[in-house]
Antibody, heavy 121, light 107 residues
Framework: EVQLVESGGGFIQPGGSLRLSCAAS????????MHWVRQAPGKGLEWVSG????????KYADSVKGRFTISRDNAKNSLYLQMNSLRADDTALYYC??????????????WGKGTTVTVSS | DIQMTQSPSSLSASVGDRVTITCRAS??????LAWYQQKAGKVPKVLIY???TLQSGVPSRFSGSGSGADFTLTISSLQPEDLATYYC?????????FGPGTKVHIK
């Protein structure tokens, strides 16, 4: 069964850092691009970042550029999101999602259940 | 960046009704458009990709159409389990923006 399981969320003060992880199983991880998508409480979906199969192509939303870093470890079937300089408006449920293809330039066909990040003083 | 809009923001329809949701991009997106369904408290699920291709396992009452910058998601005969919020997303160019969503209620 194809599965994505996020972890690492929590409660953090503004200006702090968190590292999210996503463990993938049930598919050949290094054949596919991956994404992070977030959803603030009661709000819509916001694409955050995407990374190609070999990490050669990485893209970010303007709202997180310079603060968040996406990475992957294909040997560990894992995707990461390092989040620095966190702000209150980063509060959201963060989903890990698999791209349909290797380049991370397409739609997302598998989603994890998400991990919650709350930024508050 | 490409901006996505959707209309209506919400709708209420009866079981069996034909429902249409519109999505518009701020520029042409070469049919690189996906539709997702998100039920309350659940994970988004892709319904349609490449503007009109039905994802495997999705009921045939869902269909997508459109080209350029204007797209439509149609539910041919609304079912109770279609209660959800529907999002369009462009993947023509990063950032891969989502529309604000359309909430579908059952009368």
């Amino acid at each position: 069964e194809v599965q994505l399981v996020e972890s690492g969320g929590g409660f953090i003060q503004p200006g702090g850092s968190l590292r999210l992880s996503c463990a993938a199983s049930g598919f050949t991880f290094d054949d596919y691009g991956m994404h992070w998508v977030r959803q603030a409480p009661g709000k819509g979906l916001e694409w955050v970042s995407g990374i190609s199969w070999h990490s050669g192509s990485i893209k970010y939303a303007d709202s997180v550029k310079g603060r968040f870093t996406i990475s992957r470890d294909n040997a560990k079937n894992s995707l990461y999101l390092q989040m620095n300089s966190l702000r209150a408006d980063d509060t959201a449920l963060y989903y890990c999602a698999k791209d349909r293809y290797a380049s991370a330039n397409y739609y997302m066909d598998v989603w994890g259940k998400g991990t919650t990040v709350t930024v508050s003083s | 960046d490409i901006q996505m809009t959707q209309s209506p923001s919400s709708l209420s329809a009866s079981v069996g009704d034909r429902v249409t949701i519109t999505c518009r991009a701020s520029q042409g997106i070469n049919n690189y458009l996906a539709w997702y369904q998100q039920k309350a408290g659940k994970v988004p699920k892709v319904l349609i990709y490449a503007a009109s291709t039905l994802q495997s396992g999705v009921p045939s009452r869902f269909s997508g159409s459109g080209s350029g910058a204007d797209f439509t998601l149609t539910i041919s005969s609304l079912q109770p389990e279609d209660l959800a919020t529907y999002y369009c997303q462009q993947y023509n160019s990063a950032p891969f923006t989502f529309g604000p969503g359309t909430k579908v209620h059952i009368k």
